[in-house]
């Protein structure tokens, strides 16, 4: 059977605000445009500069180190700072998994998940921590039809 990873309050939430205003921080802090985009372009699990990162938000470098402090700010983004370079990445796969979670309620039911992952990557890609891809989906079918 798999286990389900629990949601702890006490250790998740922020001590200063009550759970409702934590939430409503984070989704805030997803909601706003540019940071959406930056978070997803983080959840394949690479690092990326803020150079980089304001390419795919589309906004100049210096709003995107604004984006990227609030992120920071709100747990949702860590950053590794080497020589001259600060390198930004997905706090950790509670952030990854909620970004998932928000994917499928914004596609809504019924609609048909359209990849636009070119062909040649599909096969055997990664997703924050996990495979993905044709390769993965048919071996946790053959690894579910074993148990």
């Known amino acids: ?12 939430m922020d001590a200063e605000h009550s ?28 690092a990326r500069t803020s150079t980089e990162l304001a390419l795919v938000a589309e906004v ?7 984006h990227l402090a609030q992120l920071k700010e709100r747990g949702l983004v860590r950053v590794l700072a080497q020589g001259k370079h600060r390198y930004y990445s997905l706090e950790g ?6 970004l998932e979670a928000l994917m499928v ?3 809504g039911p019924g609609s048909r998940f359209v990849p636009n992952t070119p062909a040649r990557l599909r096969t055997a890609r ?3 921590d996990h495979i993905a891809g044709k390769i993965a989906v048919v071996l946790h079918e053959r690894l579910q039809q074993l148990s």
């Open 93 to 98: 796969t509670g952030t990854a998994t909620a």
């Open 105 to 107: 309620v914004a596609v």
């Open 126 to 128: 990664t997703c924050y």
């Open 60 to 66: 100049s470098p210096s709003t995107a180190s604004v």
């Open 1 to 12: 059977m798999a286990m389900q990873q629990q949601f702890v309050y006490h250790q998740n």
């Open 19 to 46: 759970p409702e205003e934590s939430v409503s921080r984070i989704a805030a802090a997803i909601g706003e445009p540019a940071r959406a985009r930056m978070l997803y372009c983080l959840i394949d699990g690479h």
